[in-house]
């Protein structure tokens, strides 16, 4: 299972451990990903999704995952993400 976030394509970063000494060793930052399942109004479905905590937050300020995805980038969203945009996309054109 990779470590990116399948709405907002967060992934590792690498670094630096600086001691007190200055001695630099390399580090991987890795993102905060948790396991989530979101509802679409418009479909009236549950979809799993792994990602970060910031995404999350983010989701739920923009008022769900509906509204979400109507403003994300398709090149952020992962290949199933992008199904499930597309998807709503046309619901809600079918509900317009």
């Given amino acids: 299972m990779s470590r990116v976030c399948e709405l907002t394509g967060k992934g590792p970063m690498t670094g630096n451990n600086v001691s007190h000494a200055n001695n630099k060793t390399k580090r991987r930052f890795l993102p905060n990903l948790s396991d989530v399942t979101l509802g679409s109004d418009l479909l009236d479905r549950r979809f799993k999704f792994r990602i970060s905590n910031a995404a999350l937050r983010t989701v739920d300020h923009r008022g769900g995952l509906d509204a979400f995805m109507a403003k994300a980038k398709d090149d952020e969203l992962s290949t199933r993400a992008l199904k499930i ?12």
Avoid: D, G, L, M
């Fill in 85 to 96: 945009k597309k998807e709503i996309v046309k619901a809600q054109a079918a509900q317009a």
